[in-house]
């Protein structure tokens, strides 16, 4: 029963987690002007706006920033997805304990949401 409070307490976590890192790297493509922020205002794909950036100065490595902030978002999405599928395991996992109609382990799981929400 401890184990399924644990759970929840996790999916919680990886909530938490998720948003903290959203805003980190919202924060960060607000802070620096880069090609990044100008493909998220035009289009979905941050890759062609770098591409088109690099077409236009002439030179592949020009700015090393540019580099870095496409390579930081790529890990930032790479990162949000390893946490999406984590919180999506948990929170299935979590569909079954409840599914078992068992009162206590109902209980675990509500009291591990609210240890992890406060």
């Not at 929840?8 to 990044?36: G, I």
Request: net charge positive; aromatic share 12%.
């Amino acid at each position: 029963m401890l184990a399924v409070a644990f759970l929840a307490f996790l999916l919680e976590l990886l909530r938490v987690l998720r948003q903290r890192l959203t805003w980190k790297m919202a924060k960060k493509l607000r802070s620096r002007d880069s090609p990044v922020k100008r493909s998220i205002k035009k289009d979905a794909n941050p890759a062609s706006a770098w591409s088109s950036e690099k077409q236009s100065t002439g030179s592949s490595d020009s700015n090393s920033s540019t580099s870095v902030s496409i390579g930081s978002y790529r890990w930032f999405l790479c990162l949000q997805a390893l946490l999406k599928m984590a919180h999506f395991t948990c929170g299935y996992l979590l569909m079954l304990v409840v599914m078992t109609y068992n009162v206590w382990l109902l209980f675990a799981v509500i009291i591990g949401f609210g240890i992890g929400y406060a």
